[in-house]
């Protein structure tokens, strides 16, 4: 995973700690120093920073135009449909139900929805380089516990790149790769911390959604498994870790039973 080169230092204090992690996280101050990081990657240094400025910059869009000054990648193309769109929305209002501390969260930053690449086995997808951007497979729509953990899921992950926007996680340069619980191989050492972030928020929703109890229980059998997984390999991978690096992995480790 590659991080914007204009960073300021990102202090989770300032902003109530980590996302999800912390319920007393404050994501509008969160939003309004990636807005001005933004804003001062397209317009250079001096940009005003307007609050219409701000607010542009999160649009998915423009958000996407503005990475790509960086990290060009070209986006997957197509809609999901009508009821898949629909969809969405009730998921969201699933978790935010269960987790009232996560609303803000789920329904604070602007993302747009858009189906899988063809040929890709995964659910759902997202990455830093096409910010507020998630992908659902098909796959995704064929139980509501499903999408509520694949929506969950890509808005951790975009969240943490909204904080990778201001500092990495990892050392500049890195090239180290690792392959996760999964079997997933080729991941960075941020990845591996976006992955252990995820984890602790399946592990808190999974409990709680209203699905038969064996479901749940192979469920977070394999949570349990996979987030020990990661827990291991971050342990491998400290060397690799930033400051803040190292201050996520420790909150994960305090948010892990």
């Known amino acids: 995973m590659d991080t914007a080169t204009h960073t300021v230092p990102f202090v989770p204090a300032h902003c109530g700690g980590w996302p999800f ?100 086995a995964s659910v759902s997808a997202s990455c830093f380089a096409w910010p507020q951007h998630i992908l659902f497979s098909d796959a995704a729509f064929d139980d509501p516990a499903v999408l509520a953990e694949q929506t969950l899921h890509e808005t951790f992950h975009q969240w943490l790149y909204l904080c990778e926007e201001l500092t990495p996680l990892q050392q500049p340069g890195c090239t180290h790769r690792v392959t996760l619980p999964s079997g997933t191989s080729g991941r960075s050492p941020a990845e591996l911390l976006g992955a252990a972030h995820v984890t602790c ?30 827990l291991d390999l971050i342990a491998d991978n400290r060397p690799y870790f930033t400051a803040d690096g190292h201050a996520l992995a420790d909150r994960i480790l305090e948010a892990t039973p």
């Open 21 to 120: 992690l912390d319920d007393d996280h404050a994501p509008q101050r969160l939003l309004t120093a990636v807005a001005c990081v933004r804003l001062a990657r397209r317009d250079g240094p001096h940009a005003a920073g307007r609050p219409d400025d701000l607010a542009a910059v999160l649009d998915p869009g423009e958000a996407l135009r503005i990475r790509a000054l960086d990290l060009p990648r070209p986006l997957p193309t197509g809609t999901l449909t009508t009821e898949q769109l629909a969809a969405i929305p009730a998921a969201v209002d699933i978790i935010a139900h269960l987790i009232p501390a996560w609303a803000p969260l789920l329904r604070a930053l602007p993302l747009t929805y858009l189906p899988m690449l063809a040929g890709r």
């Open 201 to 230: 928020g399946l592990a808190r929703l999974w409990p709680l959604l209203d699905v038969p109890g064996p479901v749940r229980d192979r469920r977070l059998g394999h949570l349990v498994a996979y987030t020990g997984g990661c």
